[in-house]
Each structure stands twice: as C-alpha cells, then as structure tokens.
C-alpha cells in the first residue's frame, strides 16, 4: 500500500483558528481496491479501510520520518508554488484622494 505525503492547496496559515495552522502537511493512503456500489441501498462502499485514515504533521519530514519508521511506501507531492502576488487592500483605499478612477457603488 502506498502513502501520499502532501501539503492541501487551500491550507492558508494566517488568521485562522484551529489545528489546521499546526499541521499543515497530511498523510494519505491510496485504496487498494475500487469502491464498490451496494445493491440495495446504492450506497459506497470499500473494504479497504486504510483509505479512510488521514495523518496530520507539522512538517514534510515529520510526515516521511513515521513513513518510514512504519515501513510504508510513500511518495511526496510538493504543493505547487502560488506565482500569483496578491495585492492587500484595505477598505480605506476606496476613498484616498490619490485613488486612480472614481469610487462608485
């Protein structure tokens, strides 16, 4: 069974609250077998239950050092880096007297 090692895209560290700015980094397991569909109620199913567990670490080595202490085949997806720069404005940029056009509603 092999382990994905990643870093979720939308992991944003700053202002927010709880354990997701702890642990940024994540451990999956890939399913060993295809989801199945049961008969009488439609519902999916798998009798793989390795696919359900997420590991949560505070670093990308953190995360590799327990793959390996636990003898798991990983592998490691680096987040892709954000080449867009974004611009902080704040509300009071609206009405400076330098702003460029005219402030509408």
Known sequence: M????????????EGQSG????????????AESPRGVDPLMG?????DMRSQVKLRFGTKEEAIAYAEREGLAY??????PNTAARRIVSYADNFKPTRKGLWTH
């Open 19 to 30: 354990d997701n700015e702890k642990k940024p980094w994540r451990l999956r397991f890939d």
């Open 43 to 47: 519902w999916t199913s798998s009798s």
């Open 75 to 80: 592998r490691v997806e680096e987040p892709k």
């Open 2 to 13: 092999t382990a994905c090692i990643y870093r979720p895209e939308n992991f944003r560290p």
